[in-house]
């Protein structure tokens, strides 16, 4: 049994996976209050540790074998947040009392991973792919080689605001609750009529700042511009995986993050690549259990 940790800014996740398939996936949101946009990092290792040590003390994970973690957000020399630290002290104590060996991988991998094993594309791994992964924190188009994603190039990123940034202050105006992703999409599931908020794409570049602005200004029922909103993401990701498709000669596209499991972007989407299921798309720490299996 492989276990996994991961310890996002908003998810705290520990995960089991065999060969049978997952065993365990749990994991609890960092409570954000009603009108904020986010939590201070130290807020959240704080939250992560709290939660860490009611969720080990409801699990048995003693036939473990293996015990990965998150340990950073990207696979690169110098990547850092505070709330990784949480999980690597959990996965340390835990495998050391199993004794088992303990890997660290990139909170991207794990994402990349669990997208590829939940659209049963593991061997995709055998050759380069392009994985676009959208969420708050993150709006990356990426260039992916080796077994365990060892390689991964920024192609192309948003430059200034991530998709999901987007989506949570819009949301946070709108009177939801922070993250706001799911909350925006049900209420545009009510949408009375259609606006069209500016897609600024070049190449594979991307700028959601004039969307947001205009976007905050809209005297518009908020179901319209829930859906506004949601609409100019689609259309974004649509152009952008169109863009880098052609300039790399590679069709394999599979799209991660918690934005990638929005409905109305899936549809939108859905002939240009392949999804992570939306159980899966969000932050999860089966990705990172099943990384360890490879090692």
Same mark, same amino acid.
């Given at each position: 049994?492989?276990?996994?940790?991961? $310890?996002?800014?908003?998810? $705290?996740?520990?995960?089991?996976?065999?060969?049978?398939?997952?065993?365990?996936?749990?994991?609890?949101?960092?409570?954000?209050?009603?009108?904020?946009?986010?939590?201070?990092?130290?807020?959240?290792?704080?939250?992560?540790?709290?939660?860490?040590?009611?969720?080990?003390?409801?699990?048995?994970?003693?036939?473990?074998?293996?015990?990965?973690?998150?340990?950073?957000?990207?696979?690169?020399?110098?990547?850092?947040?505070?709330?990784?630290?949480?999980?690597?002290?959990?996965?340390?104590?835990?495998?050391?009392?199993?004794?088992?060996?303990?890997?660290?991988?990139?909170?991207?991998?794990?994402?990349?991973?669990?997208?590829?094993?939940?659209?049963?594309?593991?061997?995709?791994?055998?050759?380069?792919?392009?994985?676009?992964?959208?969420?708050?924190?993150?709006?990356?188009?990426?260039?992916?080689?080796?077994?365990?994603?060892?390689?991964?190039?920024?192609?192309?990123?948003?430059?200034?605001?991530?998709?999901?940034?987007?989506?949570?202050?819009? @949301?946070?105006?709108?009177?939801?609750?922070?993250?706001?992703?799911?909350?925006?999409?049900?209420?545009?599931?009510?949408?009375?009529?259609?606006?069209?908020?500016?897609?600024?794409?070049?190449?594979?570049?991307?700028?959601?700042?004039?969307?947001?602005?205009?976007?905050?200004?809209?005297?518009?029922?908020?179901?319209?511009?829930?859906?506004?909103?949601?609409?100019?993401?689609?259309?974004?990701?649509?152009?952008?995986?169109?863009?880098?498709?052609?300039?790399?000669?590679?069709?394999?596209?599979?799209?991660?993050?918690?934005?990638?499991?929005?409905?109305?972007?899936?549809?939108?989407?859905?002939?240009?690549?392949?999804?992570?299921?939306? @159980?899966?798309?969000?932050?999860?720490?089966?990705?990172?259990?099943?990384?360890?299996?490879?090692?």
């Amino acid at each position: 049994m492989q276990i996994g940790f991961d $310890t996002s800014c908003y998810t $705290t996740s520990i995960a089991a996976v065999s060969e049978q398939g997952i065993i365990l996936d749990k994991r609890i949101m960092l409570d954000v209050e009603e009108g904020k946009r986010g939590l201070r990092q130290s807020e959240a290792v704080f939250l992560h540790m709290r939660n860490l040590s009611e969720m080990l003390g409801e699990i048995d994970l003693s036939k473990g074998t293996s015990v990965s973690v998150s340990a950073r957000p990207r696979n690169v020399r110098g990547s850092y947040m505070p709330v990784f630290t949480a999980g690597v002290c959990a996965a340390k104590a835990v495998s050391s009392a199993l004794g088992c060996r303990l890997n660290e991988f990139s909170h991207q991998q794990g994402h990349i991973m669990a997208g590829l094993l939940s659209a049963n594309l593991i061997e995709w791994r055998h050759e380069p792919f392009l994985a676009f992964h959208i969420s708050g924190g993150t709006t990356e188009m990426l260039l992916v080689e080796g077994k365990n994603f060892e390689n991964i190039k920024i192609v192309g990123k948003t430059l200034d605001i991530p998709a999901g940034q987007l989506i949570d202050r819009v @949301g946070v105006k709108l009177g939801l609750k922070f993250p706001c992703g799911k909350e925006l999409e049900k209420l545009a599931e009510n949408k009375t009529d259609t606006i069209t908020l500016p897609v600024s794409v070049n190449g594979t570049e991307i700028n959601f700042s004039g969307a947001e602005t205009q976007a905050m200004r809209l005297d518009a029922a908020a179901e319209n511009i829930a859906a506004a909103v949601l609409d100019c993401v689609a259309r974004t990701v649509l152009k952008v995986i169109e863009n880098a498709q052609n300039m790399y000669n590679i069709q394999r596209v599979l799209v991660v993050g918690g934005v990638a499991a929005n409905k109305q972007i899936r549809e939108h989407v859905k002939n240009a690549a392949i999804f992570a299921s939306p @159980g899966l798309s969000g932050d999860n720490a089966v990705g990172i259990a099943c990384l360890g299996g490879c090692v």
